[in-house]
């Protein structure tokens, strides 16, 4: 099976890096040339346009940033909708608003392609491991042959709906509470630092105690060791999907206070630190109170 990936960035490569171990043919396509370049050292096909990865794919993950985006690499011109097989399924991998999926959905309507909606979670580390939790979303004959894709990229695959839009449902309630996760951590973290407790300790805490996840050890890990960049987790991913979450929740009537509290840290984060990943939030508030949390103690 023939398969490509737009948008080969710290999400993408993985997909793709997974894919061409998985024995796949595996297609691809960004606009920055390093990453080009990348791909095509891993075994890729590096190709000049969608279309181009369109052409004889099966099935094609796209992996870009916005909802605009995936709209334009889906259903322009140039798309896939316009260059792939029918038969063949798109699969819709990035985060966007769940309205903008339907959209998509409803613009493939009579192509003879089929939409999977399936934002994935594990960030960086998971999607260069191949363990990423899907949430798709399409009639189940589709995921059944589709899966041997997926299972290459993923170690869960949950089959949360049938039509487009679920599986970015879904993955904004995730988010919500991932969002919350993070947020809390930044604050223990800037009050060790405050109350001078080493971040080793904090951090042994945490990983042992009931509070200890992924996300609150991965983030605490790379705030002690002062690893605020470079990471494969740039805040402008997170702030997107919070802002994602807090639209559905405007749509819905459901109040998201603590979602929104976190929007606002991760806001003040990426204003003073675009360059910054996730964990860049936390020196906002290490600014604020005078003291920095590092593995050996606070400073």
């Not at 052409?55 to 909802?67: I, N, S």
């Not at 802002?243 to 819905?252: A, Q, V």
């Not at 003040?268 to 996730?278: T, W």
């Amino acid at each position: 099976m023939r398969v490509g990936v737009i948008g080969i960035g710290n999400m993408g490569s993985g997909l793709a890096k997974n894919l061409i171990a998985g024995g796949f043919e595996t297609a691809g396509r960004d606009l920055l040339a390093h990453r080009m370049q990348a791909f095509e050292a891993m075994g890729g096909v590096a190709c000049g346009s969608t279309a181009e990865v369109a052409r004889g794919a099966e099935a094609v993950f796209v992996m870009v940033m916005t909802g605009d985006e995936a709209r334009e690499v889906i259903l322009g011109e140039d798309g896939l909708a316009a260059h792939m097989p029918k038969g063949g399924a798109i699969l819709l991998s990035a985060t966007i608003k769940p309205r903008e999926a339907r959209g998509i959905g409803q613009g493939l309507d009579g192509s003879g392609l089929h939409l999977i909606d399936t934002p994935v979670s594990g960030g960086y580390p998971g999607a260069q491991a191949g363990t990423l939790t899907m949430m798709a979303a399409a009639p189940d004959a589709v995921l059944d042959r589709f899966a041997p894709v997926m299972q290459a990229v993923s170690a869960h695959i949950h089959r949360v709906g049938t039509r487009p839009g679920e599986g970015q449902t879904v993955k904004a309630c995730l988010q919500s509470l991932i969002g919350a996760q993070f947020s809390a951590t930044f604050e223990a973290a800037a009050l060790a630092a405050k109350a001078g407790v080493p971040g080793q300790v904090l951090l042994d805490v945490f990983s042992t105690s009931s509070a200890g996840c992924g996300v609150v050890n991965n983030a605490l890990e790379k705030i002690i060791d002062r690893q605020f960049e470079g990471t494969g987790s740039h805040i402008d991913t997170m702030h997107k999907d919070l802002t994602i979450s807090m639209n559905l929740g405007e749509e819905l009537g459901v109040p998201l206070h603590t979602a929104a509290a976190a929007m606002q840290l991760f806001h003040a984060g990426r204003s003073k630190y675009p360059q910054g990943d996730n964990w860049v939030c936390t020196r906002v508030i290490e600014e604020i109170i005078g003291a920095e949390l590092h593995r050996k103690g606070a400073s």
